[in-house]
Nanobody, 123 residues
Framework: QVQLVESGGGLVQAGDSLRLSCAAS????????MGWFRQAPGKEREFVAA????????YYADSVKGRFTISRDNAKNTVYLQMNSLKPEDTAAYSC????????????????WGQGTQVTVSS
């Protein structure tokens, strides 16, 4: 069992940057693939980025590729999402999640979820 707690969200202007953090409990953190998802009002939860347990392979949604970077620090049991060149359409509640599978882009593959952190990007 792992517990996930996100932080780092806030209100920013278009073009600004934010770094989200997700702190995980449990000594088995390094055995999980980690993902970031987001959900805007009236829309389905969508995949944003994922990183495999070793940290050596990453995956990104086309909408954020080139702007967002996912990373993890297993020694600190923490995964990060660096978000640059933010756009108003990035506004959403961002959640981190953990999976023991290799289907990193599938929401149904994730067993553990944080409560989310709000990111709001103004024009």
């Amino acid at each position: 069992q792992v517990q996930l707690v996100e932080s780092g969200g806030g209100l920013v202007q278009a073009g600004d940057s934010l770094r989200l953090s997700c702190a995980a409990s449990g000594r088995t953190f390094s055995s999980y693939g980690m993902g970031w998802f987001r959900q805007a009002p009236g829309k389905e939860r969508e995949f944003v980025a994922a990183i495999m347990w070793s940290g050596g392979r990453t995956y990104y949604a086309d909408s954020v590729k080139g702007r967002f970077t996912i990373s993890r620090d297993n020694a600190k049991n923490t995964v990060y999402l660096q978000m640059n060149s933010l756009k108003p359409e990035d506004t959403a509640a961002y959640s981190c999640a953990a999976t023991r599978s290799t289907y990193y882009t599938s929401v149904t593959a994730y067993s553990y979820w944080g409560q989310g952190t709000q990111v709001t990007v103004s024009s």
